[in-house]
């Protein structure tokens, strides 16, 4: 179903402007591959532990008219107009995973991401965006743009069990100045789980924004959100989120800022109501064109209707740089965050985690890259839970249709609850070829 609606979008949105295009078939990229995967703890259990071989065969589309501006998708944040009158970005990725050990049936699994947009007349873009995943993984990334490597949703479920979630997004925005728009962004946030052991909801957003600049120095912006979750069996609730920014800009390379926002979350009896405040300050600097830095901290608080209250520094910084063979990034983040429209649907908690990655090309054939991640949640119940992976990977490119990437994984959730330590071994060989 979800697949269809991306499929249709896509055949819907006027390619013919590029038929008679000799460059038409350059906007596709095909790949096709088999991927053969060895885990220690395929049900991601903290006992009874097993292991087994999957085998993956996929086949993927990418449809790119331009590099278009990304966005944080679900969060309502500005990009600049696109240079084209209209575009469209489609990746689409269909496989069939096979278990050796019949540890868990069959299936096919689907990965799809669209953005499509248009420009109305000269200041107006009406956009659209929308995010699939049907997959048994138990742990779910972040699907935002700019999440950082190993940023796992913390309701993520502790088996195997398919699910489906796609992030529906229309947004409308007017530019009425250089970098002055008013935006409006709605978003339909679907999860399933086949298994009854997890909670399906669904989420509805509406969110406008005003970024306005009063002179080359000097701006602000200004964002609402009203936000309706519907669960299967937990209350439901209505939300409301606030922020407004003040930035002011010493050049075009250096700019400081402050920032208030506020989150309020009215559930059906018998949950529990809270707001949360977070005040805060950062600058952004662009050290040189590669590399660019930013950090913003301040501090939360939660007040919960009834309960234990949360509170800490909030912290969001970031550094990274790109060399002529290699791409760094180090981030760190913390403070307040909710977990809803997940397996577990956990709430409110206070976080705190480090995540880095790093390229390197070694020639022009071969690439090496790690990435690590450590991040700890703790909840007002007072569970504490500390996951933490470690990961590397090599790809050889002897043909530029084909490539072999070789990758490990180590991963591990510490808790304070007696029972509830997961620890996880991964090995994976992907053969791919590209058209």
Known sequence: MKVAVILILFLAFPGGVYADSPDFLSLFRFDFGVQEEYTDNVDYSPSNTRDDWITR??????????????????????????RDRWGINLDYRLAYNYYAKDTYDAYFSHEGKLDTWATIGRWVVVRLKDYLLVSDEPLELQSQVGAPPGDYLPGSQRTRAQYIRNVLEPSVEYQFGKEDRLSLTYRNNYYNNEDPRYEDSQEHFLSPRLDFWFNIRHGISLEYGFDQGNF????????HLGRARYT???????????????????FEDPGIDY????????????????????????????????GEALDGISVDAILSTRTQYTDY??????????DYYTALNLGGSQYYGAYGSIKHRLTQRLSIGLLGSV????????????????????????????SFTLEALHREDDSNREGFDVQENRAILRINLTI
């Open 57 to 82: 065969v996929y086949g993927s589309v990418r449809l790119s008219t331009e590099l278009a501006p990304e966005r944080a998708l679900g969060q309502v944040q500005q990009e600049p107009m696109g």
């Open 329 to 338: 990034s180090i981030s760190l983040r913390g403070g307040f965050r909710e």
């Open 275 to 306: 707001d949360a405040q977070n005040p805060s300050v950062g600058i952004t600097h662009a050290f040189s064109p590669t590399t660019n830095g930013s950090l913003q901290i301040g501090y939360f608080w939660q007040n919960p209707q009834r």
């Open 248 to 266: 002011y800009r010493f050049s075009p390379q250096t700019s400081i800022f402050g920032e208030y926002a506020f989150v309020r979350r009215d």
């Open 375 to 402: 991040v700890q949640d703790e909840y007002p119940s007072d569970e504490k839970i500390l996951r933490w992976e470690a990961r590397g990977n090599a790809t050889y490119q002897p043909l530029r249709w084909l």
């Open 232 to 239: 299967e069996r937990s209350p439901d609730v209505e939300g």
